[in-house]
C-alpha cells in the first residue's frame, strides 16, 4: 500500500542535543510538510517543500531545519531541543493540483513523538 | 484569510448516543472542508472531505457531515456512538490555490464516549 512512514515513532533526545526525525513517502507527491503538534493542540505547520523549494513558515524558529534530498524522504533537524519542543511531529505529503484547480488533500504518517530530557 | 472554529474542546456522549461535533469556518472564497480524528499517539485519519460536489459528505466509521453556506458551518454526525470513537477530531480548511494547499485547522475537539 502507498503511504507516508515516520521514523522513528518514539524519540528521546537530551536537552541541547540535535536530532534529526525522519519521513518516507511511496505516494510520489511533489508536496512535503512538517507539522508540530503540542499536547491537546492542533497541528501547526512548520514547513514545507514544494518539489525541492523550501517554504518556511514565517513564525518557525531557527533551531528547526529540513531537507528534502530526494521525492521520497525529508527529514526534520532540530539543532538544539529544548523543554519546549517535545511534542509529536507529523510528516504529511499531497500532490499538487493547482494545475486542475483542486485542492490539495494531505495524507498523514502515524508521528513521531519527542521527548526531551 | 481562512478559519476554522470548533465549538467545545470537550464532547461526551454515552454509548449509542448521537455524535454532533460543531465546525464553523470563515472563507473568502468557496472553501474545501475536511474532518480528521486522531487517536492517541497516532497521526491524522481523514474521515471526510467536502469538495463542493454533494453537501451531505459521508466518510469511514459512520459518520457524515453537511456543508451548509449560509450558515457557514460544517458538522460532524454519526447517529450512534461507539467506545471505539472516543478519539480527538479536527475540522480544517484549505483552499484551491492556498500556498500550495495549506490546512488551517481548528483546535480540536475530545470526544468521550461513556458506556
Known amino acids: 500500500d502507498a503511504m507516508v512512514i515516520q521514523n522513528p515513532r518514539y524519540q528521546v533526545t537530551q536537552f541541547g542535543k540535535p536530532v534529526t526525525l525522519s519521513c518516507s513517502q511511496t505516494l510520489n507527491h511533489n508536496v512535503m510538510y512538517w507539522y508540530q503538534q503540542k499536547s491537546s493542540q492542533a497541528p501547526k505547520l512548520l514547513f514545507h517543500?514544494?518539489?525541492?523549494?523550501?517554504?518556511n513558515e514565517a513564525d518557525t524558529p531557527d533551531n528547526f531545519q529540513s531537507r528534502r534530498p530526494n521525492t521520497s524522504f525529508c527529514f526534520l533537524d532540530i539543532r538544539s531541543p529544548g523543554l519546549g519542543d517535545a511534542a509529536m511531529y507529523l510528516c504529511?505529503?499531497?500532490?499538487?493540483?493547482?494545475?486542475?484547480?483542486?485542492?490539495?488533500?494531505?495524507?498523514f504518517g502515524p508521528g513521531t513523538r519527542l521527548t526531551v530530557l | 484569510a481562512q478559519s476554522v472554529t470548533q465549538l467545545g474542546s470537550h464532547v461526551s456522549v454515552s454509548e449509542g448516543a448521537l455524535v454532533l461535533l460543531r465546525c464553523n469556518y470563515s472563507s473568502s472564497v468557496p472553501p474545501y472542508l475536511f474532518w480528521y480524528v486522531q487517536y492517541p499517539n497516532q497521526g491524522l485519519q481523514l474521515l471526510l472531505k467536502y469538495t463542493s460536489a454533494a453537501t451531505l459528505v459521508k466518510g469511514i466509521n459512520g459518520f457524515e457531515a453537511e456543508f451548509k453556506k449560509s450558515e457557514t458551518s460544517f458538522h460532524l454526525t454519526k447517529p450512534s456512538a461507539h467506545m471505539s470513537d472516543a478519539a480527538e477530531y479536527f475540522c480544517?480548511?484549505?483552499?484551491?490555490?492556498?500556498?500550495?494547499?495549506?490546512?488551517?485547522f481548528g483546535k480540536g475537539t475530545k470526544l468521550s464516549v461513556k458506556p
Open positions: 517543500y514544494y518539489d525541492k523549494d523550501f517554504n
Open positions: 480544517a480548511v484549505t483552499i484551491y490555490g492556498g500556498s500550495q494547499g495549506n490546512l488551517i
Open positions: 504529511a505529503t499531497s500532490r499538487d493540483q493547482s494545475n486542475y484547480r483542486s485542492y490539495n488533500e494531505q495524507f
